[in-house]
């Protein structure tokens, strides 16, 4: 509750810089599983006498509202802060706490490294749903090099799980919308050595002729013509 009053007065005083090291240690103090928790007073926060909000969106929409009047050089320290912060987490390798960072950050261009290696942990622990929706997210990215990437994980993870139409989506909008595109990678080791410093035209026919795919490419996929009933 001190770190929740000292960050909301803070940015109110418009000590921005401030008021981001209380959501960092308030974000730290945070050790709840990542996928939720049944005790639902914990991740409440009474705003009001009759007004409670959820503790992960209350920290998000808060940090959101620094970043928004926060001057270019205040940004500049915050943006250390969160840098500092996110190394950390990264180097726990706690699946719990980088999905808080990316709940609590998510606004914040870390954003993008922290989603990278949190799909990688979400698939080395036997959760590709959850992985996807982090991949989706990834997908969204304003930066279309990030975009690209994303899709061609996207892809590949698809035809490893043998969803086989959402694969062929994914190759389209490679081709089609990041063609010229060049596809790094977003981390060491996150996409096949064959699908990085390529194009996205170039990756989406690497891709093509994967054994699995061919069916599914060679199927018109075309509308008919004519009335339907």
């Known amino acids: 509750q001190y770190w929740r009053s000292m960050a909301a007065g803070l940015q109110q005083q418009g000590d921005l810089e401030a008021a981001v090291d209380y959501l960092i240690l308030l974000a730290s103090q945070v050790d709840r599983d990542a996928f939720g928790s049944d005790d639902s007073d914990s991740v409440m926060v009474a705003i009001e006498d009759t007004l409670r909000v959820d503790r992960d969106r209350w920290m998000r929409v808060l940090f959101e509202q620094i970043l928004e009047t926060a001057s270019e050089e205040v ?102 919308r990041w063609g010229d595109v060049m596809v790094s990678s977003l981390q060491e080791g996150w996409l096949e050595q064959s699908l990085e410093g390529i194009s996205g035209a170039e990756v989406a026919a690497e891709l093509r002729q994967h054994p699995a795919m061919r069916p599914w490419l060679e199927t018109d996929r075309s509308w008919y013509d004519g009335k339907c009933e």
């Not at 996807?132 to 969204?140: I, K, M, S, T, V």
């Open 75 to 176: 940004r500049k320290g915050i943006d250390a802060k969160v840098q500092v912060h996110l190394d950390d987490v990264l180097t726990s390798q706690s699946l719990s706490r980088l999905s808080q960072f990316v709940e609590h950050f998510g606004s914040h261009k870390t954003h993008i490294a922290a989603r990278a290696e949190l799909v990688d942990l979400l698939l080395k622990r036997g959760e590709p749903l959850l992985a996807e929706r982090h991949l989706l997210q990834l997908q969204r990215a304003d930066d279309p090099s990030t975009a690209a990437c994303a899709t061609t994980r996207l892809a590949s993870l698809f035809i490893e799980f043998a969803k086989y139409e959402e694969a062929v989506t994914c190759i389209d909008q490679l081709a089609d």
